[in-house]
């Protein structure tokens, strides 16, 4: 699939930039950074069918309301309870940014997108909410609307581009419900879910769509801090603008994924993508003790070496014609951990810890998933053609030593 086929909805506007090759600047393209998704929810339709087999299935379920965690319901009952569950945890959450008149000169607050939320916990008088980033992204306010139309302020506690996920707070005198995760790495292809959302608006709040488990993804995304290989549940559930940052449920009525993305390209239906819930349960606990997610940093400017032309990559890299993939540094932070180890500009990195990297998204998934702050890697370049190792001390960003 092409990368290009993915959209994101509900993002608010900002401008946009790129870095040409061995761009002294470091902002945005240093590691650590985050990631910009879009969601989608869900509408379930429940079709009875008079037949003696459904007749018993149905007296079935009656007598065994009581569903254990992780169980997948074989009936459209089980799953019309399940949302009746989670469904007022679910919310619409507005991005609310100034936009100034060009002949006025006025700044006025206006809603720069809409988008859903689910609430995950309540502690005393205060609710948490995780959402998409892309959706609170660029927001000078936040609010959170109730499925009656109240509307709640509600802050940024911290969000994370990468990952594209975020995690507010609010008054919690109106939160009547706080949804619970479930298990995302125990669903099966073909298992039922629903997403539940605010599609186009939030006219349409607490809209319901009901699908199936089509598969379990690791797609290349692009993100407001680069590159990023998302893992993903796949689902046929009808995917809307508006519906970032809702909820994808299995049939025991719990969370399972935060929506966040579709592929839209004519001739296409049916291919929505959430976050699993076992990667967002640890990204919002961080989120929520440190307001961002901790990261091992190292301190660079990157391109990928399959971006360079062939005759940048001979006389300027020194590599020979059968080198194409690896990482090149385009500039190093100063004091960082790579300005320690005496990496330089033009270094092209092809391996850390003896695993090969061809790629700037493949050297993050490493780093952020393979290593910890303050972890000593081995890192093999090719500096002017010739290979070498360089030992380095992982740190966190911003982090003196």
Same mark, same amino acid.
């Given at each position: 699939?092409?990368m ?8 608010p506007p ?6 040409? #090759?061995?761009?002294?600047s470091?902002?945005g ?9 879009y ?8 079709t009875? =069918? ?6 018993v299935?149905?007296?079935?379920t009656? $007598?065994?309301?009581?569903l254990?965690?992780q169980?997948?319901?074989s ?26 008149d ?18 995950? %916990?309540?502690?005393?008088n =205060?609710?948490y909410? =995780? *959402?998409?980033?892309? =959706? ?9 609307? #109730?499925?009656?139309?109240?509307? &709640?302020?509600? *802050? ?5 581009p /990468?990952?594209?996920?975020?995690? /507010?707070?609010?008054d ?5 419900? &706080?949804a619970? #995760?479930?298990d995302?790495s ?11 959302g ?11 769509t009901?699908g ?10 692009? $993100? ?30 719990q969370?399972?994924?935060?929506n ?10 049916g291919?929505?993508?959430?976050i ?10 961080q /989120?929520?003790q440190?307001g961002?997610?901790?990261r ?5 400017g990157?391109?990928?070496l ?12 020194g ?8 990482v090149?540094i ?10 320690r180890?005496?990496l330089?500009?033009?270094?092209v ?5 003896r $695993?090969?990297i ?6 993050? %998934?490493?780093?952020y998933?393979? $290593? %910890?702050?303050?972890?000593n ?8 053609? %010739?290979s070498? *190792?360089?030992?380095?001390?992982l ?7």
């Amino acid at each position: 699939m092409n990368m290009q086929q993915y959209e994101y909805t509900n993002r608010p506007p900002k401008k946009r930039g790129f870095f040409s #090759f061995l761009s002294a600047s470091i902002v945005g393209a240093v590691i650590g950074s985050g990631v910009t998704l879009y969601i989608a929810p869900v509408l379930g339709i429940y079709t009875q =069918v008079e037949s003696k087999q459904t007749a018993v299935a149905q007296q079935e379920t009656k $007598t065994n309301n009581t569903l254990p965690l992780q169980q997948t319901a074989s009936t459209s009952n089980n799953m019309v309870q399940a949302i009746d569950q989670v469904a007022e945890a679910v919310v619409g959450v507005i991005n609310i940014q100034k936009q100034t008149d060009m002949f006025s000169n006025v700044s006025q607050e206006q809603e720069a997108g809409t988008g859903s939320g689910v609430i995950f %916990k309540k502690d005393g008088n =205060v609710a948490y909410i =995780v *959402t998409n980033n892309h =959706v609170i992204e660029g927001a000078d306010k936040v609010e959170v609307s #109730f499925a009656k139309g109240e509307r &709640v302020k509600a *802050t940024v506690v911290g969000a994370d581009p /990468l990952t594209d996920l975020a995690v /507010l707070k609010m008054d919690g005198q109106h939160v009547q419900k &706080v949804a619970s #995760f479930g298990d995302s790495s125990s669903l099966r292809i073909g298992e039922q879910v629903a997403a539940i959302g605010n599609p186009l608006g939030l006219d349409l709040s607490r809209t319901v769509t009901e699908g199936i488990v089509s598969g379990k993804r690791t797609i290349s995304v692009s $993100t407001s801090a680069g590159e990023w290989e998302l893992n993903v549940i796949q689902t046929d559930a009808a995917i809307n603008p508006g519906n970032s940052g809702g909820a994808l449920i299995n049939s025991a009525g719990q969370v399972v994924g935060i929506n966040s993305l579709k592929i839209s390209q004519e001739g296409v239906e049916g291919l929505g993508f959430a976050i699993p819930s076992q990667d967002v349960k640890p990204i919002i606990e961080q /989120l929520m003790q440190y307001g961002k997610v901790k990261r091992p940093y190292l301190g660079v400017g990157l391109q990928d070496l399959s971006e360079i032309p062939a005759q940048v990559r001979f006389e300027q890299l020194g590599l020979p014609e059968n080198v194409t993939k690896g990482v090149v540094i385009t500039a190093v932070e100063p004091s960082s951990p790579a300005s320690r180890a005496g990496l330089q500009a033009k270094d092209v990195i092809v391996a850390i810890n003896r $695993t090969n990297i061809d790629s700037v998204s493949a050297l993050r %998934k490493y780093l952020y998933t393979k $290593t %910890k702050i303050g972890e000593n890697i081995q890192m093999q370049i090719l500096r002017n053609g %010739k290979s070498m *190792t360089v030992s380095l001390q992982l740190s966190e960003r911003g982090e003196r030593q």
